[in-house]
């Protein structure tokens, strides 16, 4: 309203009443005061193409450079996922073969009964018979 015309006695002492207001109007009388500034004529125009080219820059530097900051808290959470369910695989499988390999020797052992205490009492003797013998060096030249 303090642009588009001037105000009346009543209006001012109304805009006076509100703080914000009263600064406002005082901000616009100062600037009134302010002597125009002569410009180029092409001013505006060279103002937006100045805008327009920053923004080209911008636009053309996050698409040709890897931003950083936006890539790696992605390749985090799913690298670190991946590696504990990597983890997570390796450290079941190896439980898994060793109850399959307990619950195999549980079989053998269950399908094989132990030997009698008989069997074990000539255990030396049945080892010495499975045993290669050497031959005797001297006794064969003796009996040639």
């Known amino acids: 309203m303090l642009w588009r015309k001037r105000l009346s006695q ?5 805009l006076q ?4 207001s009263a600064f406002e109007a005082s901000l616009t009388a100062a600037l009134a005061n302010l002597p125009d500034e002569v ?5 505006t125009a060279r103002v937006m193409d100045a805008i327009e080219r920053e923004e080209a820059v911008a636009t053309r530097m996050s698409s040709s450079r890897w931003n950083w900051r936006w890539l790696v808290p992605r390749l985090v959470a799913p690298a670190a996922i991946l590696l504990i369910a990597g983890i997570s695989i390796q450290r079941y499988e190896i439980h898994a073969e060793r109850t399959q390999a307990l619950k195999n020797f549980a079989m053998v052992a269950a ?15 049945i080892q010495r018979m499975s045993q290669v013998g050497h031959a005797d060096g001297e006794l064969l030249a003796a009996l040639q």
Do not use: G, I, K, T
């Open 111 to 125: 399908s094989h009964p132990l030997p009698s205490v008989d069997a074990l009492e000539n255990l030396d003797a």
């Open 39 to 43: 410009v180029a004529s092409n001013f």
């Open 10 to 14: 009543a209006e001012r002492a109304r």
């Open 17 to 20: 009443a509100d703080p914000e």
